[in-house]
């Protein structure tokens, strides 16, 4: 029949209605004065509909009891409806609770009963404006009291779509206590990159359900970062708040999480400790105190971003010869160590600066590297490392024409005015009567070394010390006639370029062999001529 006023519950005459429902369920109208037995052995969510949907007429009550063992949050589809709930307490405190829900209005609910409250509390002195990206499924939502009278309802509209809300504080002074409130479990993402948001991590333990949490930059945020452990749907954590304290192993009942990013805090534990997390695909634990061999890792094998950098962590980079699938390494300012070993074939970056390699690693890697196979990549290995000696020199060369970008351990600029911004040429010398003279249309800066004259004709500067190692590394085009060259007497070309009038970039390693430095004109009869610019010329030390 319709339902045309409130039903009241069962008598001795007329029993009260029970529903069984073993998941997620929303109130439909013939629920009005029954009994909903939620019995599921895990959590589970009960929507009170909004009036336009499911007009319940008001003073309709309807219990729900926690019949499984799986808490029971109750959620509204919206705003409409508002539930009305004393301390925000939206769920079942445990198997055999009972609810009392109580339509007050066109769409107000009022809850009573056996409850405890999803709350986490946070704190601000911003005066400014706060904002906070967030996640959760459509129809779902939660309260923010902002601590300065103001609240609001954050509507989330699917788990794949964001949600920003913005606050302003207008120049309210002091602290702010920031509540959020509802069934947080719901919420999947939590994002905050405010430098004033405090408080303690824990409280993030009430979000249950997430999935993304990313907190960057906070100098407030303190806490034990192990009472994050319970947040195992976790696939995406940042955490970069310098008051955070505690184990980093303790996170490693994560095993979802594919991309774990820790930084910029004070939390210790030993690395080796994460080498369970085989599903993580990003791993950066930087300026931390953490310790522990880097060799350890070496079963993550899905790695391909791997950053240690500031830490306390020691080990051999040759273990890490496992991560086939890395693209992006980075172990910096750290003690490490090198053995000899096949090394996949990386490409991408690799950054092993100031891990205080000696020369004899330092050319193995290079040997290694070259023998490799990768093309393209970025190589960082200077700072505290020695450098390379004579035996690494064929890799190097390789590995440049393989157009890797290498950084090492050089010393000081030995070529006067390389970057040919000095006015006049009185720092070369002109070889086999060559015409030597600033132009513009340079490749940085103002100005480019033109060497005008026959074949052979060149700029030199007498530099270099017999026996030692250097690098040469600059720009050169010809006029489209001419090419040019750069030349140790006594050795073949270190380089040869083309005709064209494109700059073109040079980078060579060699022992040398005399004392000049020659930047020579190797092809085109008559006046014609090539430009030099940005040219550096440094020992390897």
């Given amino acids: 029949m319709a339902l045309t006023t409130p039903l009241k519950f069962g008598t001795l005459a007329d029993p009260l209605q029970l529903n069984e429902q073993v998941d997620d369920y929303t109130l439909v109208l013939t629920d009005a004065g029954k009994k909903i037995n939620m019995n599921k052995g895990t959590a589970v969510v009960l929507t009170i509909p909004a009036n336009a949907s499911v007009p319940f007429p008001i003073g309709t009550q309807i219990l729900v009891e926690q019949k499984g063992a799986g808490q029971v949050s109750v959620v509204s589809a919206g705003p409409p409806p508002t539930v009305n709930i004393a301390g925000g307490a939206y769920k079942t405190t445990a198997q055999y609770s009972v609810l009392t829900l109580t339509k007050t209005g066109t769409d107000v609910w009022m809850m009573t009963g056996d409850k405890v409250a999803d709350v986490a509390e946070f704190s601000t002195t911003d005066t400014g404006s706060l904002t906070f990206v967030t996640r959760g499924p459509a129809s779902t939502g939660m309260w923010i009291d902002w601590g300065d009278g103001n609240s609001e309802w954050i509507q989330h509209i699917g788990t794949g779509s964001d949600v920003t809300t913005v606050h302003d504080y207008a120049g309210a002074p002091g602290t702010k206590t920031i509540t959020f409130s509802g069934v947080l479990s719901l919420v999947t993402k939590f994002k905050c990159s405010d430098a004033l948001f405090a408080g303690n991590v824990s409280e993030l333990a009430a979000f249950e359900g997430i999935t993304y949490l990313y907190l960057y930059g906070q100098t407030s945020l303190t806490g034990d970062v192990s009472s994050l452990s319970g947040l195992t749907g976790l696939t995406y954590a940042l955490i970069a708040a310098t008051g955070v304290t505690g184990d980093l192993g303790a996170l490693n009942t994560l095993t979802s999480c594919e991309t774990f990013h820790l930084y910029g805090s004070a939390m210790t534990g030993d690395i080796a400790d994460l080498a369970s997390m085989t599903q993580v695909t990003s791993l950066r634990v930087e300026t931390t105190s953490a310790s522990g061999n880097i060799g350890a890792l070496k079963t993550l094998t899905s790695l391909t971003i791997l950053r240690a950098s500031g830490t306390s962590i020691t080990g051999d980079i040759g273990e890490l010869d496992t991560l086939a699938s890395l693209t992006d390494l980075r172990v910096t300012d750290n003690s490490m160590s090198y053995g000899t070993t096949t090394l996949p074939a990386w490409g991408g970056t690799v950054y092993l600066y100031s891990d205080g390699f000696s020369t004899a690693e330092v050319d193995n890697f290079f040997i290694d590297l070259d023998a490799a196979g990768g093309t393209g990549g970025t190589l960082n290995i200077g700072g ?158």
């Fill in 384 to 541: 505290t490392n020695a450098a390379p000696s004579a035996a690494a020199i064929t890799a190097i060369n390789n590995l440049i024409g393989k157009s890797w970008d290498l950084t090492f351990t050089v010393g000081a600029e030995l070529l006067a005015d390389g970057d040919m911004e000095a006015v006049g040429t009185a720092a070369w010398s002109a070889g086999l009567g060559a015409t030597l003279s600033k132009q513009g249309s340079a490749h940085g800066g103002a100005q480019c070394l033109r060497v005008l004259g026959n074949v052979s004709c060149s700029a030199y500067q007498t530099i270099l010390t017999v026996g030692k190692i250097y690098r040469v590394a600059g720009w050169a085009r010809g006029d489209g006639t001419a090419a040019p060259a750069v030349v140790h007497p006594g050795s073949p070309q270190l380089w040869i370029g083309t005709s064209s009038t494109i700059w073109q970039e040079f980078d060579v390693v060699f022992t040398a062999t005399g004392t000049l430095m020659q930047f020579e004109k190797y092809s085109g009869a008559g006046a014609t001529y090539i430009e030099f610019d940005d040219v550096s010329v440094k020992e390897l030390v």
